[in-house]
C-alpha cells in the first residue's frame, strides 16, 4: 500500500511537471509579447523625461519587470507542488524560462563587436597592435611637425623676405617640393619597432616639447636665411643685386 502511494505521487510530481512545462512555454511567448511593449512603453517615458541612454535604461527596466513578472507566474504555477519534487520542477521551469529568455550569443559575435580579431591563442597580437599604433603615432606627429615648420617657413619667406625682393627661384621650389614629397613617402613606409619602449610616445601635436622643438628648428632655419641675404648683400654690387631682385630690371646699354 505504501509502495503505492509513492508511485501514484510520483505520478502526480511527474504529470505536474508536464503540466508545468506546457505552462512555462505558454508564458515565455506572453512574456516576450509583453518584454517589447514594456520597452517602447519605457522608452517613450525616458524620452519624455529627457534621460540620456533611453534605449539602454529602458531595456534594464524592461527586464527587470519580465524577470519579476516571470517569479510572480513560477510562485503561482508551482506553490502548492507538493515536496522536494514541485520545488525540482519549479527550479526547472525557471532555468529554462531563464535561457530562453536571456540574449544567445551567435558564432562570430564577439568577432564583429571586437575592435580587433587574433588566431594566435595569446596576448601577443595585443603586444602587436600596441607597437603599431605607437609607430603610427609617432610618424603622424612628425609629418605634422615637418608640414607646421614648412608652414612657418614659407610665411616669413612670403612676407618678411618679399620686403628685401628675396624670391624663391623655379629650381628652389621645385627642390622644396621633391624633397617634402620625399618625407610623405619615408613616413608612409615606417615600421614598428620590435620592442616597446618605457616611455610613452607624445599623443598631441600641441604638446609642450613639440613647440619647443618647432620653435627651435625655425630659429635655425631663419638665422641661415637672414645670414645668407646679409652675406648675398655684402658680396654683390647695388646693379647685381638689382638685376637679381628686379624682374622687369633691364641692364644698361653698353659704353660705346
Known sequence: ERTKRQLQAKMRAIQKAKENAEAAKKDRAEL????????EEELQKLEAAGAQWASVKAMKNAVSRIMKEQKARIAKRNGGAPGPLGASAAGLAN???????????????ASIAAPFTSKLPSVMSCVDIIRQGRCTLVSTIQMQQILAL???????????MYLDGV????????????LLTVASLAFSYARPVKELSHVRPVTSIFHPS?????IGQLLIHLTCMVYTINLAKESSTAEELEEAMDPYYVPPPPPP
Not at 100 to 106: A, I
Not at 210 to 214: D, V
Open 210 to 214: 613639440i613647440f619647443i622643438s618647432i
Open 95 to 109: 532555468l529554462d524560462m531563464d535561457m530562453d529568455l536571456m540574449p544567445q550569443l551567435k558564432l562570430g559575435d
Open 167 to 178: 624670391r624663391s627661384g623655379e629650381a628652389q621650389m621645385i627642390a622644396s617640393g621633391v
Open 150 to 160: 614648412n608652414c612657418l617657413i614659407s610665411a616669413y619667406s612670403l612676407s618678411a
Open 32 to 39: 516576450q509579447q509583453l518584454q517589447k511593449v514594456w520597452y
